[in-house]
T-cell receptor, first 115, second 119 residues
Framework: QKEVEQNSGPLSVPEGAIASLNCTYSDRGSQSFFWYRQYSGKSPELIMS????GDKEDGRFTAQLNKASQYVSLLIRDSQPSDSATYLCAVTDWWSGGGADGLTFGKGTHLIIQP | DGGITQSPKYLFRKEGQNVTLSCEQN?????MYWYRQDPGQGLRLIYYSQIVNDFQKGDIAEGYSVSREKKESFPLTVTSAQKNPTAFYLCASSPSPGLAGEEVNNEQFFGPGTRLTVL
């Protein structure tokens, strides 16, 4: 059974600081890693994808992947109140039987940015 | 406008009824997925389809059925056999991944969701 673990929070961060979200996964065969943001009552919105070890930056967001440690993280710089949401980590094997399987999700970390 | 649409936004079902949730996409994506989300929980995979006229069971397929007759459409039926159907249902789609070893894009994009409540 594939598992993805996240600290449920809430994680409270002052406005303008760096928010650090972490995720571990159980399946060493996982190849694709995603971070989604979900506002209350809404559907998840993809904010970052990462496939190789190291860092990937997109605006205020940086995803970090360490496959040896089976660890994925998301950094949000200059945190804004609008970043307050639940952040879902998701993983998948990108090649299985001819196509992409579904994602395995963690339960999410609730992030609160304090003005 | 390119995107994924789901209907209805809210759906109420009586005990013993089957209901069908609609999912349509005009992104020309090959793969489509159905997930369910319960309060305070992550998403769990119900069914997925990588190509027209083919689909596979996910982790929690019991009590659900799907069809994929068109590339654009992937409806989900919640049958009376599903014992606890009240949940937030999310449809997603993804471009077809490349061959092994090539750069891959298997990002999944979600529709707005359908909230199903059993009365």
């Amino acid at each position: 059974q594939k598992e993805v673990e996240q600290n449920s929070g809430p994680l409270s961060v002052p406005e303008g600081a760096i928010a650090s979200l972490n995720c571990t996964y159980s399946d060493r065969g996982s190849q694709s890693f995603f971070w989604y943001r979900q506002y209350s009552g809404k559907s998840p919105e993809l904010i970052m994808s990462i496939y190789s070890n190291g860092d990937k930056e997109d605006g205020r967001f940086t995803a970090q992947l360490n496959k040896a440690s089976q660890y994925v993280s998301l950094l949000i710089r200059d945190s804004q109140p609008s970043d307050s949401a639940t952040y879902l980590c998701a993983v998948t094997d990108w090649w299985s039987g001819g196509g992409a399987d579904g994602l395995t999700f963690g339960k999410g970390t609730h992030l609160i940015i304090q003005p | 406008d390119g995107g994924i649409t789901q209907s209805p936004k809210y759906l109420f079902r009586k005990e013993g009824q089957n209901v069908t949730l609609s999912c349509e996409q005009n992104l020309n994506h090959d793969a489509m997925y159905w997930y369910r989300q319960d309060p305070g929980q992550g998403l769990r995979l119900i069914y997925y389809s990588q190509i027209v006229n083919d689909f596979q069971k996910g982790d929690i397929a019991e009590g659900y059925s799907v069809s994929r007759e068109k590339k654009e459409s992937f409806p989900l039926t919640v049958t009376s056999a599903q014992k606890n159907p009240t949940a937030f249902y999310l449809c997603a789609s993804s471009p077809s991944p490349g061959l092994a070893g090539e750069e891959v894009n298997n990002e999944q994009f979600f529709g707005p969701g359908t909230r199903l409540t059993v009365l």
